[in-house]
């Protein structure tokens, strides 16, 4: 005989242990959302870095002040940052990287001041950034680039491109962001002859290998980059934001994670550290300091942010953002408001349109199985 059986509400038999494994989930995913927002990474020899950085900025900006030629500031300034990468890498890998990104990042301010002396720069840029912003992509997948992705391709193209120019300033652009990176390779290395007792630099100390990206993923990343960076320029451009290229660089921002919550947690740092570091900024420019003073700052807020980018990135833009300003009114001194205005407003519409390009990827293109 068949026992009886309960008569249970169609609703309650699977809502339960559901909703209880959705509810978990969801409360796991916040748990780790909040651990990431938070945590603070280890120091890992970044006052080394620092120390790098800041003295390869340091004596290119001196060295156009002396000849007060600080309009060139930016274009040095961008050459220099070939400095941060392969950070911790044993000294002579750390050179080679650093030669490859540093041309390609003098390429990207030699375009974008080529495109400055066109009328039509402002539209112009928004291509142009996007198709760099693609191939960047591409080598930071193809040769291990750390930090990953196109955004100081895209920071130093849209910088320069926006700097009004003609023949003698490319000409400027050339020599002076060759000269910053070569400055940059060359504080490198004789660090790392400083620096031969660190770990990693002793005879059979461990190199790290690039990490092999397949070319599903690499074409996926490039596509993303390219289309987020079209954007988010678009958009800026069209709405008569000044300053569209700090749009695009945040529009970035969220993509140098691979997965959905890493992309998040990047993008809720870069605004909250935007929004607090521009609170300093406006400090700062209050103030109105005379330009030597201005190329000091520049100098420690560099060390700053290398200092603090790999402990915690929120903290990193507090430092960053004022670092960013300064350097547009070092080349191109601009009404504090403006700048300010634009700096927020663009923060928010970029990483807004990174967020959701990086989303619309995930459901739209093709991923390897192993995480790239």
Known sequence: MTPPTTSVPPSSTPSTPTSATSANGNASTRARLASGLLAVGPHAGAHRVALRAGLSVAVPLLVLWATDHLEWSAYATFGAFASIYARNDPWRQRVRMQARAGAWLVLAVVLGTLVATSSERAWLAVPVAAVLAGGASLLSDHWGWRPPGPLFTVFGFGASSAIPADAGTVLAAVLVGISGALLALLVSALGGLAERGAVGDRPGGVRTAPPHVRPTDMTRHALRGAVAVLVAGALATGVGIGH?????????????????????????????????????????????????????LVVVLQGAAELLVMRNYALALVVITPLALLMVHLASPEPMSSLLLDRGVETLLGVAVGLVVGWAAAQLLPRSKALA
């Open 244 to 296: 569209p290229y700090w749009a695009m660089v945040s529009a970035v921002v969220p993509l140098m994670a691979r997965e959905w919550l890493p992309a998040l947690e990047r993008g809720i740092h870069r605004v909250v550290g935007t929004f607090v570091g521009l609170g300093l900024a406006a400090l700062v420019l209050t103030l109105d300091p005379p330009g030597l003073v201005v190329v000091l």
